[in-house]
């Protein structure tokens, strides 16, 4: 129950966010994502070691701390729904997140351990001091802007039937991007079998920490 209430959250929001926001990595020139509320199938795949989000996330508090994987409302305090956090200190981040009333939220791109459900905080930099790496955001190279794959069908299946974790799915020039919020490697294999080897790309917004 905890695990499909978390699922839940992230899709409505990013079902929320689909008109004007570009959720985690987009920008304003990029192809609108779509979304569905619809029930993911299967589990969220669990991390083996240490993950890190790509790039910046925003940390909500309304009562618990959670990470924000999706679109984030731009309203006053912010809106958002995400995964759990434990371990999250906010006395040890003093003048790096904003306040309104109870509410607390801040930029950050946070480090742990995820079981399929919750992080577990081992590390955060703050956006003021967060030096981004070179994104890696190859687009699919399989045969779906080739006309050998029916692009529309194969979104259309994603969105019927979500990855577990799903976030958004985004049509590109060369095939569909399914924005989820941890693979392990499983759901990229799924889809590969499903429509062939590049056609869609599973991006992870939780990724390993490289050492």
């Not at 006053?76 to 939220?105: F, K, M, N």
């Not at 080897?197 to 599973?202: D, F, I, Y």
């Amino acid at each position: 129950m905890k695990l499909a209430l978390a699922l839940a959250g992230l899709l409505l929001a990013t079902a929320c966010g689909t008109d004007g926001g570009t959720g985690s990595g987009g920008s304003a020139a990029d192809p609108a994502p779509t979304s569905s509320p619809s029930a993911t199938t299967g589990a969220v795949p669990a991390a083996r070691g240490e993950v890190t989000t790509r790039g910046l996330a925003t940390v909500m508090d309304t009562g618990r701390p959670e990470l924000c994987l999706g679109p984030v409302a731009e309203s006053d305090p912010p809106q958002c729904r995400g995964i759990p956090l434990e371990g999250w200190d906010w006395s040890a981040r003093h003048g790096t997140y904003d306040t309104s009333d109870d509410v607390r939220w801040g930029q950050y791109a946070v480090t742990g351990t995820f079981d399929g459900t919750t992080m577990t905080v081992t590390g955060a930099i703050p956006a003021a001091v967060y030096d981004p790496a070179a994104p890696d955001e190859a687009l699919p190279s399989g045969d779906a802007g080739t006309g050998l794959v029916d692009q529309q069908e194969v979104r259309r299946k994603l969105l019927a039937a979500p990855l577990p974790g799903t976030l958004t799915v985004s049509p590109t020039p060369a095939g569909v991007v399914v924005e989820v919020v941890h693979d392990d490697g499983s759901l990229q294999q799924r889809v590969d079998a499903a429509y062939g080897a590049g056609v869609v790309e599973v991006r992870s917004v939780l990724v390993p920490v490289n050492r």
